[in-house]
């Protein structure tokens, strides 16, 4: 979405200039996708009128009649009435009555907010191109690079507000010195460094990381042109798409999670979790558990995977190579070693890295599956063929959106021109059935209105990490595209799908943007605070408007959790989430034991994963020009003249159908937002403020 605009565009400053009054005020019951909608695609607003939850007391009985008004000079430039849903009853879910509005017909590029004229209440701003979310893959992608372990997080790759130049958990007895848990030697010390932390702590786990990896890789090969080589990593501009270079940083501390014989250690991490803000102040002695077969078969089907995307870029060859093979050693290590486990719970780092029985003949199914395709082997066909009627959608004939992972392998197979026509069928076929027609849940769910937020999963889908259920729900519709599994719904399920986006964006009954600290990329009223051990309560990363500065930018956290409840020792009722209509089980805080705030608000690679995986699904169904993700702005310094009424104009030379994003530091954004032209407000005693403008093609 950054630009670098020409030098022939001055600053002009003009002394009385005239701007029309924004109308109302911003009200969270009028709901849109705060970033915006893609220029050709379905654009559906929420209005609500809340019955039930902590919002009750504020009902708001709409216009009938909503308008689109231009942010620059509020004209209405589409208006239409409003849709009772439900005929009017009441939203389990959310506890609201809901109207829709669809504006779907607005295609016209430009800065926008919905105005409801009865009561003088507007949405927040939002942007019709298809440019609008280039903000959110640009900082959604981006927080993979705060999560790495083992390096500094240095600018300009982190903003200078997240800086962290030290290198975390490479000192004594950390990473590059890991002792066994099981014997904590010298003699088994290993050099474990490098990976992302796993979620909102410092450890890192090879189980948890499977789905994670799944999810990035198959957004690559799903999209492949989305994922440039100008993100803002340090290998930006290396020539290898900066999706693969930041899983090949997971990959590189994978490898070294493999030992010898093939096998793979499962964990690193902490015997006693204390947090530590920024990560280079964390110097906790750290350990690792042994080899097991989850872990290995894992990193088997992880590697083989990976191998197939890195082998179409030609710097990567060799790796694609080292991979094959690492894969292969790992497969044989966890035929001959097909029972070894290791429960972590009470020893080692936080969650328990040791999946059930099923899940781990899953991964082996997987792991079948993406070797056959790497290396055409028919043993591996032959044992894919053999077992898997024994995933749950082939039992079941349901698909589910807890089992993306398996899913998704399971589809892939039908790549492959070798593989076993009845076998690739009987998947398709299923799979193809579930989500279009016998399962209520899927796509009858989106056709028949179920949700009034049009982002529907079943009552008990609703647990801890919910947004990346919501995310992998969505992923399941493109797949019908993907695979070509049924044109004639191909509308519907572009639809159903970009609605979870509109989703975690805002249109969900709390109001929020679902990411992190975006209010100065596109998102107004975005996640203030989240649970993480950098940016932890008490820090100055605590929370946007209260500490210094807040989290980083574009983390997705849990997400809404009905079966939340603080610890025992914390007597006491936290309401919201508490006691909350399901899609209202949210708040977003960070206070630790004994409130317990994690199980909402807690961030995690998987769940970054399947977000950004949903998001490159989206784009793909536009083209996404290159000049959104340049990250070059502008930063002009503001003058001494001032307006006569208190405010600062600031104009750049115009490109025609363009869209301008501006960013002020030590001012207000009055008007003009999207437009060559803004309005600052600023306090005439304070210094002076800086305004950054990025630019955006159509």
């Known amino acids: 979405m950054k630009f670098i605009l020409p030098l022939t565009l001055i600053l002009a400053i003009n002394a009385s200039p005239t701007r029309a009054q924004a109308p109302g005020m911003v009200d969270k019951r009028i709901h849109v996708d705060q970033f915006g909608y893609l220029s050709n695609a379905q654009k559906i607003a929420v209005i609500a009128n809340p019955q039930i939850g902590y919002n009750a007391p504020s009902n708001l009985n709409p216009s009938t009649k909503y308008r689109v008004k231009r942010s620059y000079d509020q004209v209405t430039v589409f208006e239409a009435n409003i849709t009772p849903w439900g005929g009017g009853s009441t939203h389990g879910q959310s506890g609201d009555k809901a109207w829709w509005f669809d504006f779907s017909a607005l295609t016209t590029n430009g800065y926008y907010f919905l105005y409801d004229s009865l009561n003088n209440l507007r949405s927040t701003n939002f942007t019709i191109s298809d440019c609008a979310y280039a903000d959110a893959l640009y900082h959604g992608f981006r927080t993979y690079y705060y999560q790495r372990c083992g390096t500094g997080k240095v600018q300009p790759f982190a903003e200078a507000d997240w800086a962290d130049s030290q290198p975390c958990h490479r000192g004594n007895l950390q990473d590059e010195t890991c002792y066994s848990i099981l014997n904590p030697v010298p003699a088994t010390a290993k050099d474990l460094h490098g990976g992302w932390h796993d979620a909102g702590d410092y450890n890192k786990y090879v189980t948890f990381t499977y789905g994670t990896l799944m999810d990035l890789l198959m957004a690559y090969e799903e999209n492949p042109t989305i994922w440039r080589d100008d993100l803002g990593i340090p290998e930006s501009g290396n020539g290898v798409p900066d999706l693969l270079d930041e899983v090949k940083y997971e990959l590189d501390w994978l490898l070294r999670m493999q030992q010898s014989n093939g096998s793979v250690l499962c964990v690193v991490g902490v015997q006693n979790f204390a947090s530590a803000s920024p990560p280079s102040a964390d110097h906790a002695r750290r350990y690792y558990g042994p080899a097991t077969t989850a872990a290995t078969l894992s990193v088997a089907a992880s590697f083989a995977l990976a191998a197939r995307q890195f082998q179409t870029v030609t710097s990567l060859t060799a790796f694609a190579t080292t991979l094959q093979t690492a894969a292969i050693n790992a497969w044989n290590w966890a035929e001959a070693n097909p029972n070894v486990t290791y429960y972590n719970s009470g020893s080692i780092a936080a969650g328990e890295n040791e999946p059930d029985t099923y899940n781990r003949d899953m991964r082996k199914l997987a792991a079948s599956c993406f070797l056959f395709g790497l290396t055409g082997t028919v043993s591996y066909r032959n044992y894919f063929d053999s077992n898997y009627q024994n995933a749950h959608l082939l039992q079941w004939s349901y698909a589910y959106l807890f089992e993306p992972n398996t899913q998704d392998a399971l589809l892939y197979y039908s790549n492959f021109p070798n593989a076993t026509v009845a076998v690739k069928n009987n998947i398709l076929n299923t799979y193809a059935n579930s989500v279009q027609t016998s399962n209520a849940d ?216 363009s869209i301008y994003l501006w960013e002020v530091a030590g001012g207000t954004i009055e008007s ?26 159509p």
């Open 442 to 657: 899927n796509l009858p769910s989106f056709l028949n209105k179920t949700d009034a937020y049009r982002a529907f999963v079943r009552d008990d889908n609703y647990t801890w990490g919910s947004n990346e259920s919501k995310a992998h729900q969505a992923n399941m519709f493109f797949n019908m595209n993907h695979y070509g599994l049924n044109g004639a719904n191909a509308a519907h399920f572009k639809n159903a799908g970009a609605s979870f986006l509109h989703y975690l964006h805002g249109v969900n009954p709390t109001g929020y943007c679902f990411l992190s600290n975006m209010g100065m990329h596109g998102a107004e009223f975005s996640i203030p605070s989240l649970y993480h051990a950098w940016f932890n309560d008490g820090t100055i990363w605590d929370e946007v408007g209260v500490s210094q500065l807040g989290p980083a930018p574009g983390f997705l956290p849990g997400g809404p959790n009905p079966y939340f409840h603080p610890d025992a020792n914390c007597n006491c009722v936290i309401s919201p989430p508490e006691n909350q209509p399901i899609q209202k089980s949210f708040k977003s805080w960070n206070t630790g034991w004994p409130e317990n705030s994690w199980e909402l608000s807690e961030v995690a690679i998987y769940t970054q994963a399947s977000y950004l995986r949903l998001l490159g699904n989206v784009l793909a169904y536009q083209n996404q020009p290159p000049s959104c993700y340049i990250e070059n702005p502008v930063v002009i310094v503001g003058s001494l003249d001032v307006c006569a009424d208190g405010t600062y104009n600031y104009t750049v030379l115009e490109v025609p159908g």
């Open 672 to 697: 003009g937002q999207g437009t060559n032209s803004v309005y600052v407000l600023w306090n005439t005693t304070a210094p002076m403020p800086s305004i950054t403008i990025h630019h955006t093609f």
